[in-house]
């Protein structure tokens, strides 16, 4: 029996639109500016020495926009830049400039579930904190008592089974009690090879014949049996 639910973002909880076409270039069209006005900033600080470090030299500030720049550019899975991507869309969030992107099939059930009893987590590639700015700042409101909690890439990569085998290590539930939803295959066959279950949210995409996991278009087509009492 599932005991608890762990979902995936952009493109399963959030649109993939909201997060490419208006989080991603928030924060680059903001990194300079938010940079310089903030370099006293403990995290800013703390954000700095983590890019040094990854790209193993010591980076004047203007060297390192352009290296955060290059690795947005790219898509890249970097903490760091993770991070920075948090405390910018802080910014905007709180200048009432971004408002969080969430399905409205996605609100309902997990409003549901919660109230049914499984324990609600959040895994994506963002980081914990730009996570928990998008689920306190959409239309429904502050939906972040839903959630037991929330990993990043601190926890691994998204890809890897080892990431999912840390979480169950730290949710302490059986792997075949936890469910992972995502529309990536990648992330599911990585969640699938550590014990989980899995469903594949298609949302927009067409069905993948011969996948190994249970595919819905959209929250409402998932059933899970509700906790008994």
């Known amino acids: 029996m599932i005991k608890a639910i762990i979902t995936d973002i952009e493109g399963t909880t959030s649109s993939l639109s909201f997060v490419k076409d208006e989080l991603f270039p928030y924060a680059r069209a903001h990194v300079g500016e938010f940079l310089h006005a903030n370099t006293n900033n403990e995290n800013v600080i703390n954000i700095l020495d983590a890019v ?41 969030y709180l200048r009432g400039e971004l408002t969080g992107h969430l399905y409205s099939d996605a609100i309902h059930n997990l409003q549901t579930w919660k109230a049914q ?44 089974s080892n990431s999912y085998e840390n979480i169950v290590a730290h949710i302490g539930l059986p792997p075949e009690q936890l469910l992972f939803l995502s529309d990536i295959e990648a992330e599911l066959n990585a969640a699938q090879a550590a014990g989980l279950q899995t469903i594949w949210l298609t949302r927009d995409q067409a069905p993948q014949a011969g996948a190994t996991h249970w595919q819905v278009r959209d929250f409402d087509s998932i059933e899970v049996e509700p906790i008994s009492e």
């Not at 030299?57 to 920075?84: C, G, R, V």
């Not at 689920?135 to 890897?160: C, M, R, V, W």
């Open 52 to 92: 040094n470090t990854h790209v193993g030299k010591t980076l004047s500030l203007d060297e390192a926009i352009d290296q955060l720049i290059a690795w947005m550019d790219n898509d890249e899975k970097i903490t760091p830049l993770k991070a920075l991507q948090g405390l910018i869309w802080e910014s905007g």
């Open 117 to 160: 009893g499984f324990d609600l987590y959040v895994y994506s590639s963002g980081s914990v904190y730009a996570q928990k700015l998008l689920f306190s700042h959409t239309e429904a409101g502050d939906l972040t008592p839903l959630f037991s909690g929330y990993f990043d890439t601190n926890i691994g990569s998204k890809q890897d």
